[in-house]
């Protein structure tokens, strides 16, 4: 039976079967539950611009995770559990970032206040070009790369997986895993030597 005619339940059931989730009934069961991922990080984030790299990451969790849920019958509350978990890890890391200080405020001493009196930090007009010009060719050059090597540099630089769980996921060893990503850094590197040069 094609996954869009299974209940929700089969589809997690055919999702717990065999080495890893059945593709086509993982997609159907993010489709019918992705606006409920949305609701939920709405609610928790109602301003974050960015929250849908937050969703990203909680459907990797579940794709990872999906064969330890033991009772299919609570999955809504399980990802949602998921969702939450991940805002809350998020925003703690967030918080650990401290607010940027107010140039226009008084600079506060032991004996009294003090105005600001210190050095620009930020780049220069022609760094800050140079730095954009960088990462946008590095953009470029990561959408030529081969869908494969570009999926696996990305699970690897970007979202941070290890590479059993690059492995887990694209349903290749591990030793495709370390090639793809090892071709794909010596790509990078060649078409952003000018750069690196520099």
Same mark, same amino acid.
């Given at each position: 039976m094609p996954p869009d005619k299974l209940s929700n339940y089969d589809l997690i059931l055919r999702c717990q *079967?065999?080495?890893?989730?059945? %593709?086509?009934?993982?997609? *159907? &069961? &993010? %489709?019918r539950y992705q606006v409920h991922v949305d609701k939920v990080l709405y609610h928790l984030a109602p301003d974050w611009q960015d929250r849908s790299d937050l969703a990203q990451e909680i459907w990797i969790r579940v794709y990872r995770n999906i064969k330890r849920l033991q009772e299919p019958a609570k999955f809504r509350g399980w990802l949602s559990r998921i969702a939450t978990n991940l805002f809350y890890d998020e925003l703690r890391k967030r918080k650990r970032v401290k607010p940027p200080l107010s140039l226009d405020a008084p600079r506060c001493i032991d004996d009294g206040e003090v105005e600001w009196e210190i050095p620009a930090e930020l780049p220069g007009p022609d760094d800050d070009l140079s730095t954009r010009e960088f990462y946008d060719c590095l953009n470029e050059a990561i959408a030529d790369l081969p869908e494969v090597f570009r999926t696996t540099i990305v699970l690897r630089e970007i @979202?941070? &997986?290890?590479? *059993? @769980? +690059?492995? *887990? +996921?694209t349903g290749v060893s591990l030793g495709t895993v370390k090639s793809r990503i090892a071709r794909a850094r010596q790509r990078l590197q060649s078409q952003l030597q000018p750069y690196l040069n520099s």
């Amino acid at each position: 039976m094609p996954p869009d005619k299974l209940s929700n339940y089969d589809l997690i059931l055919r999702c717990q *079967e065999g080495v890893q989730p059945d %593709r086509a009934a993982f997609t *159907e &069961l &993010l %489709r019918r539950y992705q606006v409920h991922v949305d609701k939920v990080l709405y609610h928790l984030a109602p301003d974050w611009q960015d929250r849908s790299d937050l969703a990203q990451e909680i459907w990797i969790r579940v794709y990872r995770n999906i064969k330890r849920l033991q009772e299919p019958a609570k999955f809504r509350g399980w990802l949602s559990r998921i969702a939450t978990n991940l805002f809350y890890d998020e925003l703690r890391k967030r918080k650990r970032v401290k607010p940027p200080l107010s140039l226009d405020a008084p600079r506060c001493i032991d004996d009294g206040e003090v105005e600001w009196e210190i050095p620009a930090e930020l780049p220069g007009p022609d760094d800050d070009l140079s730095t954009r010009e960088f990462y946008d060719c590095l953009n470029e050059a990561i959408a030529d790369l081969p869908e494969v090597f570009r999926t696996t540099i990305v699970l690897r630089e970007i @979202e941070g &997986l290890a590479y *059993e @769980e +690059i492995a *887990e +996921i694209t349903g290749v060893s591990l030793g495709t895993v370390k090639s793809r990503i090892a071709r794909a850094r010596q790509r990078l590197q060649s078409q952003l030597q000018p750069y690196l040069n520099s």
